[in-house]
């Protein structure tokens, strides 16, 4: 009864849902899923009413948070799905970050408490389901780190052989240490990101191996439901900007279409803005925001957020669509700016990586700007868990010099009763 389909977003050629190319055949352009409007006789309340039926459920791939959605996700995946499950995540409110990023309307959705510590759980439970409807032998991706762990760990919870290049000391130790742990074939490349990927797209074609980086489309069908969730977690009560951190595009690109779907599916009736951060060492995509989108930019990436360290976006089409869609807006934030952001949400007991926390302090930008009114609702998404990049947390609290103000220096003592005491009344 599908009807799903995959069509090619540059050449407009359509295959099935079921064809494992990861991309169009016939012109290398990006493929995008449709789905059949879901059949919910009543429209978008009666999705809605699905929705929140299954909400709590315990068992079984309705309890995860990506296929609670599957009317949205994957609505033919059936017994192939392979869950953890995943999502489910918390929408959290925070007095001294709202304080910081001086918007009082700010929400947290933390991603990282996903399996392993990232949204890319989400995208993962639905690729590596994918992998096993059209029989892949093998799975692979390049990564800044958060999509190998979460292929590596998803291909094992599969029994599939999994391949893993990252590119080489720029990646967080936690990550690497994920890909390891869960038996991940892993390949340190002396190279970039960008670099990566384009190795990983031509030894998958090679070796026949299906490739799970977010240019396959089965991967941001999973994203989506970031924003299903948050929406759901509102009452279907839509916030006024979703912010959200931007390397490789596929989030960005995964946002805008959830979110257009559900204004047409009638789940919501309009849409928030969508604001993209990037580092300012590793803004291409803010650079053609800037532009009007007139041309795409590549350029050699620098920042201390590894997880975005990416001069080549992948997803840029479908991402500029995204922003265009949601009349949203592009920016950049320092390594600086993303530093302290990050010292904020970690001091408030939350915790982050560092990537993540560039959406808050590109909430603060725009407030400051005058873009995103002090007074409105908005969701920004930490998408990585505070222990993925231990190396930056030492760095920031033990060693820079001289130390920033919201260091918190460990003190070295002697085993003396005085010694302790001296330290709690300095
Ligand atoms: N935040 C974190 C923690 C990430 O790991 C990533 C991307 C992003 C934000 C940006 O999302 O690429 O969809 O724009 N990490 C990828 C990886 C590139 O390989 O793990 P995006």
């Not at 047409?264 to 532009?291: K, M, T, V």
């Not at 990416?310 to 479908?318: E, K, L, N, V, W």
């Amino acid at each position: 009864m599908s009807a799903t389909r995959q069509l090619c977003a540059s050449c407009g050629g359509e295959r099935p849902e079921t064809d494992p190319h990861p991309r169009c055949p016939d012109c290398g352009g990006l493929l995008e899923i449709r789905h059949p409007p879901p059949a919910a006789g009543g429209g978008g309340s009666a999705l809605r009413a699905l929705f929140d039926a299954r909400w709590g459920v315990r068992r079984g791939p309705l309890a995860s948070g990506v296929w609670r959605y599957t009317e949205a996700v994957l609505p033919t995946a059936g017994e192939h799905i392979l869950s953890y499950p995943e999502g489910n995540t918390p929408l959290v409110a925070s007095a001294p970050v709202a304080a910081w990023a001086e918007a009082r309307g700010l929400l947290l959705k933390h991603e990282g408490q996903n399996p392993t510590g990232s949204f890319k759980d989400r995208g993962m439970t639905v690729g590596v389901t994918q992998a096993r409807r059209v029989r892949a032998r093998a799975v692979a991706c390049a990564s800044t780190g958060n999509t190998g762990a979460a292929l590596a760990a998803y291909a094992a919870l599969a029994g599939l052989p999994a391949l893993v290049l990252v590119p080489k000391g720029q990646v967080a130790l936690g990550k690497l240490a994920q890909a390891l742990a869960y038996g991940a074939r892993t390949l340190l490349v002396r190279g970039n990101f960008d670099q990566c990927l384009e190795l990983a797209d031509a030894a998958s074609a090679r070796l026949g191996v299906y490739l799970l980086n977010s240019v396959n489309p089965f991967r941001l069908e999973g994203q989506k439901t970031i924003v299903l969730e948050t929406l759901q977690q509102l009452a279907w009560e839509p916030p006024d900007w979703i912010v959200v951190p931007a390397g490789n595009l596929g989030n960005t690109a995964a946002f805008g279409k959830a979110l257009v779907e559900a204004r047409e599916w009638g789940i919501i009736d309009r849409l928030p803005r969508l604001a993209a951060i990037q580092a300012d060492g590793a803004a291409p995509f803010a650079l053609s925001f800037r532009e009007g989108f007139a041309r795409r930019h590549r350029v050699e990436p620098h920042t201390v957020a590894t997880a975005i360290n990416i001069g080549h976006p992948a997803s840029y089409d479908r991402a500029a669509r995204a922003i265009r869609d949601t009349e949203g807006v592009v920016t950049t934030v320092s390594d600086a700016e993303i530093l302290e952001a990050k010292a904020v949400v970690d001091g408030a007991g939350i915790g982050c990586e560092p990537a993540s926390a560039a959406a808050v302090a590109g909430v603060r930008r725009l407030v400051r700007e005058g873009t995103i009114g002090a007074g409105t609702r908005v969701v920004a998404i930490l998408t990585g868990h505070v222990l993925k990049d231990p190396g930056i947390v030492t760095h920031y609290h033990q060693e820079l010099e001289p130390p920033p103000a919201r260091a918190n220096r460990p003190v070295e003592i002697d085993p003396r009763l005085e010694d302790v005491e001296r330290v709690m009344n300095a």
